[in-house]
């Protein structure tokens, strides 16, 4: 019996490195994830289920087959749901010097990544999972693709997310 093949449609290659890492330190799947950069339409709301919902929806026209879509964001602990799922374009428009203006080192955050399964488009299912810590002055070197990777240390570590990849992408 053969594995079942999911793409998991994002056209950010370093999201998808993230989530096979996340997947291959666990025990042996029945699936196999592959990535497919479709580049699905995204809408804009606060609601990380909704996003992936329409994204999924939108790949399904085209693909036609169960797949797999997420969708991350940082949230300042300080504000409402900010920058949240408006990570990507308040970073964008502001880059690395305006965001650490948001900020004090120490503040705490949380990064929200909900990945959405959607079997068929009447069986769709949602995973959420948060990571809060705190974040950090701006630190030189940066992987573009996860920007805020270098601002955030998780609770527990002393390295920011960004660190901890290298060190297991080395170690």
């Not at 998991?8 to 950069?37: C, M, R």
């Amino acid at each position: 019996m053969s594995k079942l093949i999911i793409p998991y449609v994002t056209t950010n290659n370093s999201k998808f490195e993230e989530i096979t890492n996340i997947l291959n330190t666990g025990a042996k799947l029945p699936f196999e994830v592959v990535h497919d950069s479709l580049e699905a339409p995204e809408i804009q709301s606060e609601d990380q289920k909704e996003i992936t919902t329409f994204k999924a929806l939108e790949a399904w026209k085209i693909l036609k087959r169960p797949l797999l879509v997420e969708d991350a964001g940082i949230f300042f602990d300080k504000y409402d749901n900010f920058p949240g799922t408006f990570s990507k374009w308040i970073f964008k428009s502001l880059g690395f010097e305006g965001v650490c203006k948001l900020y004090q080192p120490g503040d705490s955050a949380h990064f929200q990544l909900t990945l959405c399964y959607l079997e068929s488009p009447d069986s769709i299912h949602f995973f959420t999972g948060i990571g809060r810590g705190t974040l950090i002055a701006q630190k030189p070197g940066h992987n573009p693709n996860l920007p805020f990777s270098v601002l955030f240390v998780p609770n527990g570590h002393k390295k920011t997310y960004h660190e901890l990849a290298q060190a297991k992408e080395h170690g």
